[in-house]
């Protein structure tokens, strides 16, 4: 008996080191699967967010093309409002899933802004089912549109902890030609 309480301390030490190496090896386990699990829903969460920007994208780009036919918007690519509502309607339909994996997924943030770019992506759809001809209204629509576009990508990078981006606002002229070197 005395031979077992003269190994006893060693056994003790055995089994506490297997414990706290189980424990170690468990919990790192669970923080890198919490990691790797975090890191998944990141990448589902951008490609949710890319898909709504791209299809509302879309209804923008076909709302240029109306309004040059119509006379308000300088886009080269003029569309007619009864040849545009095969693609409007198209363009909706993408929407409507996208949105809804939006709100599935996306941060409070991140919808809100996006239902604020798009309730005014559906004003710049109605001022043109009215046939308006009016150049500077158009102008001030599409400043605003572009701004709560701004404020989305800004939501969306903000929710994916991603550095700050460009503002996507390019001037629709060419920049002046550079002077030769005296």
Excluded: C, K
């Amino acid at each position: 008996m005395s031979e077992f309480i003269q190994q006893l301390p060693t056994l003790v030490g055995v089994i506490v080191g297997a414990l706290g190496s189980y424990a170690a090896i468990t919990r790192g386990d669970r923080m890198r699967f919490r990691r790797e699990q975090a890191a998944r829903w990141e990448e589902r969460r951008l490609a949710v967010y890319t898909e709504y920007a791209r299809v509302l994208r879309q209804t923008v780009s076909l709302t240029y093309r109306v309004a040059a036919h119509l006379g308000n918007d300088p886009h080269p690519h003029p569309l007619t409002p009864a040849q545009a509502v095969p693609h409007f309607t198209e363009a909706a339909e993408a929407r409507d899933p996208a949105g809804e994996a939006l709100l599935m997924l996306g941060a409070p943030e991140v919808v809100d802004a996006a239902r604020t770019w798009v309730l005014l992506v559906i004003g710049m759809e109605r001022f043109l089912r009215a046939d308006t001809h009016d150049p500077e209204a158009w102008a001030a629509l599409l400043e605003r549109q572009r701004a709560a576009r701004e404020t989305y990508y800004a939501a969306v990078r903000r929710d994916l902890a991603l550095p700050p981006g460009h503002s996507g606002r390019w001037p629709v002229t060419a920049p002046p030609a550079p002077r030769p070197a005296a």
